[in-house]
């Protein structure tokens, strides 16, 4: 009998994985089509955006940002209008439950700055965000029809979170207040940019985002908490079992935490998380172990599929997985017995430290094969500033701030935001200090893509297997690191030809100052230095701009009227690549032996990185990583 089973199991095993694959598939198909809704078309002219906010976002580069539940576009159909939209406006932000309008230029979620970049169409495409408007002027007040009951719920409990956020503002301060506001209810309006640099600096940032940090502390803080409540009360005690009931009290507090952050699908995946932990106490098992890190993730990525592509879902679980195999191999200290109290106070505070510097030090490393890859950036000394940050957060700020929290509506949450307020001070001193150290931040090229699979395999290889046998996953688990790199390359062209970078020997030069953010997006990438160009060389218009003498790399037009033959003339003479936004019916004989890029070669497949060859020029462009997805609109006239 047992060798029949035996032979089931190697059919079944095989089966089972193709099936989680397949089904994996499916969800994703699914969940791509339930959130499927309008993309906004790119307008020639700025139009009126009507409709009720939503919620604050974080602000950006160019202002402070609210998300929008459009009612009307001037100038796109019902049909066509987005369920949700993202707005830069000026001066200070309306608060969610505000109707307002919008006098801006109304764009389609941004495809991906170069090949293989950051995807914000993708993400936006799952969060339900169909469109991003930038205000020319402050919004003003708008009478419309009361909004369906979903979005006045949504609304209502926005109000309420950001309302908390401005009273931990004013209590303690733009600076402390916007910190402690942003650990709280997600709401970064208050950073300041300085701070929030040095926070990313000294890798540290990922205490600002509400996640599995958070949701542990708050969640552990509440259900030790009740636990010695519960020891406390000896009536009671006798007649519960106080594990299981203060499971219960963490399980309220992880789902009263999701609901103030706003529940950001990183959030969300920590309350999962969480919440498994509590329920595996009280179905009697064991809460932190492999078995429940799997169940978590297969229950997030049954409910968020996209997240297996994001940073947030693979640097979490990967720390995660880290810390359960430290704990199960961590050696269990032999209880003494009449331990004086001095020398049995040192022993615990020293393996109290040996213990955090573990944890900082398995969690980074886990952790840093993705952050190579996909940020292109490490904090050298994250782990000093880490370890000396940890008490500070688990022990004072994140306490201070869930009871500060809970007791402000009351009006008693003073002392509490106080102390959180003094916590905030010392994490902030540690951030900056640290962000301050000579090469305190390195720029890493991205490795090819296969690079962060054969890395994520051997991480896991090492988390799952026991014994020294472990270590084998060690060459693998620093694929990302040691991969060789691919030459950058020569050229390259922002989607819609509207910027440009080349580069001359190991730095590079950039044609236009403006967008400057894909222009950082792809200098990081490929780990090259930018500078502007020299505006002497160049002659420059309002849509154009190509060398005043002799012959340079490329020459732009990012106008969106077609350029006369004349001036088409003038660009094929002055560069080898010729990109233009517009569409090109015929090209003069002057242009014969050059690279001509138009508007039907970025409207189909997005920017382009160019290296030179043999033949001439090799093009790798962003359809080529990111593919015909819902997201993508290749090919549509408007999405320009």
Known sequence: MSRVLGAARSVTLPLLMMAMALSGLAVAKARSDAVAAPIAPSLTRPTVVEGWVVDVDSPGASGARVILAPVRIKGVSPEETPHRMRATVKGTPPKPGEAVSVFGIVNPPPAPASPGAYDFGRNAWFAGM????????????????????????????????YALA?????????????????????????????????????????????????????????????????????WLALRVNGKKLAAVAGLLAVGGYLLLSGAPPPAERAAITASIAFAAILLG????????????????????????????????????????????????RIKEINTPWPIAAVQRGGAWVI??????????????????????????????????????????????????AALEPLGLGAPFLWVAGKGVELMLAVGHWTANLPGAVQTIASAPAVALPVAFFGILFMCLWRGWWRLLGLPLAVAVLVWPRDVPPDIWIADGGTNAAWRTGEAAEVMRSV??????????????????????????????????????????????????????????????????????????????????LDGADFASKGAVELWRSGAGWRAVWSIDRRGHRPWSRWGDPDYQ
Request: aromatic share 8%.
């Open 355 to 404: 213990g955090a510097a573990g944890a900082s030090l398995v969690a980074g490393m886990a952790t840093g094969p993705f952050a190579m890859q996909h940020f292109n950036r490490t904090a050298v000394f994250g782990l000093m500033a880490n370890l000396a940050s940890a008490p500070i957060a688990d022990l004072i700020m994140m306490p201070a701030l869930a009871l500060g």
């Open 130 to 161: 169909g469109g991003l408007v930038f205000g020319l002027t402050e919004p003003r007040e708008a009478r419309l029809d009361p909004p369906p009951l979903s979005v006045r719920w949504e609304m209502k409990v926005n109000a309420v979170r």
């Open 515 to 596: 967008r400057a953010f894909g222009t950082r997006l792809w200098a990081q990438r490929w780990d090259v230095e930018v500078s502007d160009r020299d505006k002497a060389e160049w002659r420059c218009g309002r849509t154009f701009c190509r060398a005043l003498e002799g012959e340079k790399p490329v020459a732009l037009w990012w106008g969106r009227a077609v350029p006369s033959d004349e001036q088409m003339q003038e660009m094929c003479a002055a560069a080898e690549v010729i990109a233009v936004r517009s569409m090109v019916a015929r090209l003069p004989a002057e242009c014969a032996g050059r690279l001509v």
């Open 166 to 234: 401005e009273r931990i503002v004013a209590r303690l301060g733009e600076r402390h207040g916007g910190i402690a506001a942003a650990m709280t209810t997600g709401h970064e309006t208050w950073i300041m940019a300085e701070d929030l640099d040095a926070m990313r600096d000294s890798g540290l940032a990922h205490i600002l985002s509400i996640s599995g940090l958070h949701m542990a502390v708050v969640g552990g803080f509440v259900f030790f908490g009740a636990r010695l409540l519960i020891a406390l009360w000896p």
């Open 285 to 332: 098992r064991q809460a932190v172990s492999m078995r429940a890190l799997a169940t978590a993730a297969i229950v997030v990525l049954a409910l968020q599929p996209e997240a297996i592509v994001t940073p947030g879902f693979q640097m979490s679980f990967a720390a995660t997985a880290a810390l359960v195999a430290l704990a199960e191999s961590w050696p269990r």
